[in-house]
């Protein structure tokens, strides 16, 4: 009997996660029976539409338990497997103890990184190290799941307890077609970066490369999302370095936008995925990356893009001057990038992995040991 299965997500912003887990949900739900998604709105965006896939938006404790419940609760005896995610894996394990729980982990974590998650006894969001989370009920959990090599083999490392972690990437709807090549005619490398202006994205290093005198007259940096802790920084190191940046804020029409550009950068040395990535091959456009994360599992570097070292300035500045000086090389890669995105990092490939380990579980898991 397939089971029934439960996505479960804690939503505070605007961001790629959020689009993974709507389209997962609706990939999932086009292959199993009965799909239920529980979206815990806290300051983030509505769940978008991902039908067949039923949604049930909450917005705090008691109904997220309450709603949890319910759609755990199966009259017709078929087996439930929730796939949750690091936030509230433990909250889910004692609200849904009769389901099979697999936590998703979308983070390349390390001991001492800072988790916001649900505490599992009264709900609030707190701040913990993954040592620090409730192995007392996470020792029920039969298999985890990163959706990098990165993001899996981290885990490995630094969970007190891990009887199997596998890993599954993440699948991006891409444009049927590539977007058109709108691109503005200002004779500049247009290099475009997506990410909420949190320090961990390190949208500074993006800054200081392109403020470079041999660059800051001939590229243009723009970054497109939601404005986050790093922002007043950002706009005065910009001001103060005369840098060629704009923040363009938060999009809606992500492929279509990077169309615009030559080439998306990245700086986080902690990216679980990378989504944007993605979207710009989605666009027809490569990726330069930090050597670092998950990141150079999605960009072979001189083939789809360019990876750089994550702590040498001067390696960034190189690797923009490259950019700069070969734009056909450019088109080339971006028409590879597309080609590989539409070959692995499809929504029904991702959907398929997940259902195929969701068929794989078995009711009475047996208990974790700790790792070595």
């Not at 759609?71 to 009769?98: L, Q, Y």
């Not at 630094?158 to 977007?179: C, M, S």
């Not at 403020?211 to 706009?235: K, M, N, Y």
């Not at 028409?335 to 990092?345: D, I, N, P, Q, S």
């Amino acid at each position: 009997m397939v089971p029934h299965v439960v996505l479960t997500w804690v939503t505070t912003a605007r961001g790629g996660a959020e689009n993974s887990v709507t389209e997962l949900a609706g990939s999932l739900a086009r292959l199993a029976p009965s799909v239920d998604v529980v979206w815990w709105r806290q300051g983030g965006p509505t769940a978008a539409p991902c039908a067949p896939a039923r949604v049930h938006e909450v917005t705090d404790w008691d109904d997220y338990m309450a709603t949890l419940s319910r759609v755990c609760e199966r009259a017709d005896g078929r087996p439930v497997v929730v796939i949750s995610n690091h936030r509230t894996a433990a909250a889910d394990v004692m609200i849904a103890p009769n389901a099979r729980v697999i936590p998703v982990v979308r983070h390349v974590v390390n001991a001492d990184q800072v988790l916001r998650v649900i505490d599992p006894y009264d709900g609030a969001m707190v701040e913990r190290t993954i040592g620090g989370l409730w192995w007392d009920l996470l020792a029920a959990v039969p298999v985890w799941v990163g959706i990098s090599q990165a993001s899996s083999a981290a885990l490995r490392t630094h969970a007190p307890q891990a009887r199997f972690v596998t890993t599954i990437h993440n699948g991006v709807a891409i444009p049927v077609t590539i977007p058109p090549h709108n691109r503005l005619a200002t004779g500049r490398l247009l290099v475009a970066c997506v990410a909420r202006t949190v320090p961990w994205k390190r949208v500074d290093r993006l800054v200081r490369a392109v403020a470079d005198p041999r660059l800051s007259t001939a590229v243009r940096l723009d970054v497109f999302g939601e404005p986050g802790s790093h922002q007043t920084d950002l706009t005065d190191l910009v001001s103060d370095l005369a840098a060629p940046v704009h923040f363009m804020g938060f999009t809606d029409n992500l492929p279509q936008r990077l169309a615009e550009y030559d080439l998306l950068a990245t700086a986080s040395v902690q990216e679980g995925f990378g989504r944007a990535v993605i979207d710009a091959a989605g666009a027809g456009v490569p990726s330069l990356v930090p050597d670092a994360g998950a990141s150079p599992e999605l960009v072979i570097d001189g083939l789809t893009g360019m990876v750089y070292k994550p702590d040498d300035l001067g390696d960034l500045v190189a690797a923009l001057t490259d950019a700069l000086l070969d734009r056909p090389l450019l088109a080339q890669m971006g028409k590879v990038a597309r080609a590989l995105a539409e070959g692995w990092y499809t929504p029904g490939r991702c959907a398929a992995q997940y259902l195929t380990l969701v068929l794989g579980q078995r009711p009475l898991p047996r208990p974790l040991v700790a790792a070595q």
